[in-house]
């Protein structure tokens, strides 16, 4: 006898009820998720890291940090397309977000796409002309210049 899934959670809903069983919202905030997620990728359990910042991004639609986290934790797992989606929303959620530009700028330099690269750092230094701005200005224009010459 097939029982479908709608039926087997309604059963399993109605046993844990009739057990005194409750299923518990998630009571961490969004920044304890963060948090979370921030303590996984020191480990480099990336996976784990993801799922944290995920649910802290989802709690907080507004906070940019869980969506610039998990654009690293994409960079890292070897995403870059991924990588670039959330940094754009981290800049959506907050467009001053100097840090998310800069890891664009490097995300487009390493794809090969140096104009939108030199777009995307040279915001990053007029908000703030921090050295690994700077840095990764120079690495843009000189794979650029690599690029052009080939």
Same mark, same amino acid.
């Given at each position: 006898? %097939?029982?479908?899934?709608?039926? $087997?959670?309604?059963?399993?809903? /109605?046993?844990?009820?009739? !057990?005194?069983?409750?299923?518990? #919202?998630?009571?961490? /905030? ?10 996984? #990728? *020191? ?5 784990? $890291? ?5 649910? $802290? ?6 906070? @940019? /940090? ?24 981290? !800049?959506?959620?907050?467009?001053? @977000? ?13 794809? %090969?796409?140096? @104009? ?11 908000? #703030? *002309?921090?050295? #690994? ?11 650029? $210049? ?5």
């Amino acid at each position: 006898m %097939k029982i479908s899934w709608i039926a $087997a959670a309604l059963l399993c809903l /109605t046993g844990c009820a009739m !057990l005194g069983i409750h299923l518990v #919202e998630d009571s961490l /905030t969004a920044a304890d998720h963060n948090d979370l997620g921030f303590s996984y #990728e *020191a480990q480099d359990r990336l996976e784990l $890291a993801e799922k944290q910042y995920q649910k $802290a991004a989802r709690k907080d639609k507004d906070w @940019h /940090t869980p969506c610039f986290n998990l654009g690293n934790v994409y960079y890292k797992m070897g995403q870059p397309e991924k990588a670039a989606a959330y940094y754009r929303l981290s !800049l959506k959620r907050k467009p001053d @977000h100097a840090d998310s530009m800069n890891n664009l700028a490097f995300v487009r330099m390493q794809q %090969k796409r140096y @104009h939108q690269a030199r777009r995307w750092i040279d915001r990053a230094i007029a908000i #703030e *002309a921090k050295p #690994e701005y700077l840095d990764t200005r120079q690495k843009i224009l000189q794979q650029g $210049a690599k690029e052009s010459k080939k």
